[in-house]
């Protein structure tokens, strides 16, 4: 018991350290411990540790009443590895890197000069083309995500899980009303609270409530869990988080039924103070196929647009054999009162049937898309990948311009040593005009993309 007490408190504080360290480190490779400006960044440092103190706060509240019952019986552990898995907590992460090569700027004719964030007005890619530049076609390194996971989710009583996500997709799938004043989506806010949320789970019922991730799509944030390096349209545009409570019902071992109430797509704070419902039904008769439907309807879905919208999404998936995959995810959305932006010029203007919107325009805006995937294990080190995408988007409501979007996605993927996986892919997508900006000027039908990706899970 002894051992138990000098060990625990060491275990405990060593959780903030680790957080105090990663801040540093994390401003660091920044570029904000460099030199006598780094005093000017401190802010945006505590801004992160901030996130980073909530993160094992909770982890305390979550984990203290399992510890409190580990040490009642007087079970010795020696590190706090040992102190998590004896408190039920799991704590798991993981770092995606990549590079990418496009034969254009990675942005639309329309877009601002640069440099874009990823997923803000103006991209072709929403997260692997941060910092497109107008001038010169796009080739970068990409620190797309670090992630920390920790969760406590126990099939019956309270849990929580925290995700937290650094790097440069952390501006895009930011939401809004959370975070630095003025940092969402401007590049300054690279690090992520992306969900929080308290559990409680009884029988076949599951209730959270905070912030979590959309039901809608095929691909998710973690970017292990998807098939290919870059994202499709439909995600990228679509939902990403939502602020509110879900309940999740396990009807039999076939199907699950969920209801919720949130502010809307990405918002911690409602901008119009309106409310979506959601709903979903998932089925899965046996293991070969499963059919999951979500619908999203409300006021104030999309941020700062008070009209109604709804989001419809369908995902099929067929385990042809132990080794193939396929996928079918079809979005049917609207939203009423839509603002497109106008200005009479052709940078930062929605492009409306072939037309510069001269000033600020409100329409209905409708918008679907259907993605098909393949993922073929070869073996237990290889597999191919293949995502086809069609979106269209007849007011530009959600790409700036109303147009046809198409792209054909091949990936291979490499395992050389466990939770390691290497990706090599290559994109081609079209327009059904000439709507992709080129190094020179000029707007052309066609880009393609040249991309390799490292992804580490522990």
């Excluded at 000098?6 to 994390?26: H, Q, Y």
């Excluded at 993981?94 to 034969?103: E, G, L």
């Excluded at 989710?153 to 895009?172: L, R, W």
């Excluded at 076939?254 to 119009?272: E, R």
Aim: glycine share 12%; net charge neutral; aromatic share 10%.
């Amino acid at each position: 018991m002894g051992g138990l007490k000098s060990r625990l408190p060491l275990a405990i504080i060593s959780i903030p350290l680790a957080a105090f360290k990663f801040g540093r480190t994390f401003s660091r490779d920044s570029g904000q411990c460099a030199g006598p400006e780094s005093v000017m960044l401190k802010p945006r440092r505590n801004f992160i540790l901030k996130k980073l103190t909530c993160l094992f706060t909770l982890s305390c509240f979550i984990s203290f009443p399992a510890m409190a019952d580990y040490a009642s019986n007087g079970a010795p552990f020696q590190t706090l590895s040992q102190a998590l898995d004896a408190s039920g907590i799991s704590l798991t992460g993981y770092v995606d890197a990549a590079y990418s090569d496009i034969n254009s700027t990675g942005l639309f004719v329309n877009s601002a000069a640069g440099p874009v964030v990823g997923g803000a007005a103006g991209n072709t890619h929403i997260f692997d083309a941060a910092g497109a530049t107008q001038g010169r076609n796009y080739s970068a390194f990409n620190m797309q995500q670090f992630a920390l996971i920790l969760a406590r989710q126990p099939k019956e009583g309270f849990g929580g899980y925290v995700n937290m996500t650094a790097g440069q997709d952390a501006a895009t799938i930011a939401s809004m009303g959370f975070g630095a004043p003025g940092s969402v989506n401007d590049g300054s806010h690279n690090a992520d609270l992306t969900q929080a949320y308290g559990s409680y789970a009884q029988g076949g019922l599951t209730v959270i409530a905070g912030k979590f991730a959309t039901l809608a799509g095929e691909e998710l944030i973690t970017s292990p869990s998807n098939f290919n390096y870059t994202h499709s349209w439909m995600f990228g545009w679509g939902p990403y988080t939502h602020t509110g409570v879900r309940a999740t019902y396990a009807v039999n071992g076939m199907v699950t039924l969920v209801a919720g109430v949130n502010n809307g797509f990405d918002q911690v704070s409602s901008g119009t103070g309106g409310k979506t419902g959601e709903f979903a039904i998932d089925v899965a008769p046996d293991s070969m196929f499963s059919l999951n439907t979500s619908y999203y309807r409300g006021k104030g879905m999309m941020s700062a647009m008070p009209g109604t919208g709804s989001y419809l999404d369908m995902i099929g998936t067929v385990n042809a054999t132990s080794r193939l995959t396929l996928v079918a995810d079809y979005a049917n959305a609207r939203q009423d009162d839509a603002l497109l932006t106008g200005s009479g010029t052709l940078q930062g203007s929605n492009i409306l049937n072939g037309q510069i919107l001269p000033a600020n325009t409100t329409v209905n805006a409708k918008w679907h898309a259907l993605a098909l995937y393949a993922n073929y294990r070869i073996d237990d080190q290889w597999r191919v990948a293949y995502r086809n995408e069609n979106f269209d988007d007849p007011q530009g409501f959600r790409s700036g311009i109303s147009q046809r979007l198409m792209s054909n996605t091949l990936t291979l993927g490499f395992v050389p040593v466990r939770n390691t996986e290497l990706r090599a892919e290559i994109r081609q997508d079209r327009s059904s005009g000439d709507y992709f900006l080129n190094a020179d000027g000029a707007g052309k039908s066609t880009q393609m993309t040249y991309a390799m990706e490292a992804l580490y899970q522990f």
